[in-house]
């Protein structure tokens, strides 16, 4: 079984900073491109960073030149570092990743972390 461990979420004022992190875990064979999405009440969830596997790395408009995404290949965790938070980056985050076990290779997804930006 594959799991994805998200943490790191919580309450912050706007133009603070929060880290986040997800590991994946599990009889993992190769993981491909990590993401992190998130979901405000009332909205699709949306991509807001992914990053391949060779480091190439794609941010939504909203996220670019405030978030950075990185990953340890070695621990197999991705991050997602948030900086100059808005009140409209208030959403539950989620990790995704594509990953490869022993027979099979599909996206998996945390369960989520709440972010909270208090204006």
């Known amino acids: 079984q594959v799991q994805l461990v998200e943490s790191g979420g919580g309450l912050v004022q706007a133009g603070g900073s929060l880290r986040l992190s997800c590991a994946a875990s599990?009889?993992?064979?190769?993981?491909?491109?990590m993401a992190w999405y998130r979901q405000a009440p009332g909205k699709q969830r949306e991509l807001v960073a992914i990053?391949?596997?060779?480091?190439?790395?794609n941010y939504a408009d909203s996220a670019k030149g405030r978030f950075t995404i990185s990953r340890d290949n070695a621990k197999n965790t991705v991050y997602l570092q948030m900086s100059s938070l808005k009140p409209e980056d208030t959403a539950v985050y989620y990790c995704?990743?594509?990953?490869?076990?022993?027979?099979?290779?599909?996206?998996?997804w945390g369960r989520g972390t709440q972010v909270t930006v208090s204006s």
């Open positions: 995704n990743a594509n990953i490869i076990v022993p027979g099979s290779g599909r996206d998996y």
């Open positions: 599990g009889n993992i064979i190769r993981i491909n491109a």
């Open positions: 990053m391949a596997t060779g480091g190439i790395t």
